[in-house]
């Protein structure tokens, strides 16, 4: 039997951040921290851009490389940019 290359419809997306999970991480590693309500929310956006920039970086070094599937080497050199974008 071949594998099937169309992805099931049947997988749901979630559709909101995953609040709970973050709120008991912050308070097992930090229980004195104090956020906000929406804090938790721009723990988890911020975490959002920065692996949406990730795949852009790596989208360019594959590209730059000629390479047409995104590999563990491209993915590294882009977190080494934006790490020292993000510092300096």
């Known amino acids: ?23 008991r991480i912050f308070k097992r590693q930090k229980p004195h921290l104090r956020l906000q309500t929406s804090g938790d929310l721009l723990v988890h956006l911020n975490c959002l851009l920065f692996v949406h920039r990730l795949a852009e970086e790596s989208r360019i070094n594959a590209c730059e490389n000629k390479c047409g599937v995104i590999k563990n080497e491209h993915v590294l050199a882009a977190a080494k940019v934006i790490l020292k974008k993000s510092r300096g």
């Open 1 to 23: 039997m071949a594998l099937s290359t169309r992805v099931s419809q049947k997988k749901q997306i979630r559709r909101k951040a995953p609040r709970g999970f973050l709120r």
